[in-house]
């Protein structure tokens, strides 16, 4: 099983990153996938997550109309795009996949989730 970050980097307040997790090595289509962050001496918390058909979605109340997850069965990829992004948004985002859900079913909580990815620095400067 592999998930694998990318997109992350530097980026001004006020401006737009996309962050993507490729999937591999587990049925991608059968598993609802979520993003979270962790900010130094800070716990992991969710951002956003989606269910397996992409039907569903949640949002934590920090990054709601700002963000939008998005996923790609075919390419079996997940998407986190970011606009209007804050220095608070400062933190390494992780995409988790979650196995054997019901078919709306989204997560918020981490040990909700099986698999995790290596993670994806985003920096937002002032």
């Known amino acids: 099983v592999q998930l694998q970050a990318s997109g992350g980097g530097l980026v001004q307040a006020g401006g737009s990153l996309r962050v993507s997790c490729a999937a591999s090595?587990?049925?991608?289509?059968?598993?609802?996938m979520g993003w979270f962050r962790q900010a130094p001496g800070k716990e992991r918390d969710v951002v956003a997550a989606i269910s397996r058909s992409g039907g569903s979605t949640t949002y934590a109340d920090s990054v709601k109309g700002r963000f939008t997850i998005s996923r790609d069965n075919a390419k079996n990829t997940v998407y986190l795009q970011m606009n209007s992004l804050k220095p608070k948004d400062t933190a390494v985002y992780y995409c988790?996949?979650?196995?054997?859900?019901?078919?709306?079913?989204?997560?918020?909580?981490?040990?909700?989730?099986?698999?995790w990815g290596q993670g994806t620095l985003v920096t937002v400067s002032s």
């Open positions: 090595g587990f049925t991608f289509s059968r598993s609802a």
């Open positions: 988790a996949a979650a196995s054997g859900k019901p078919f709306v079913w989204v997560g918020i909580r981490t040990q909700e989730y099986d698999y």
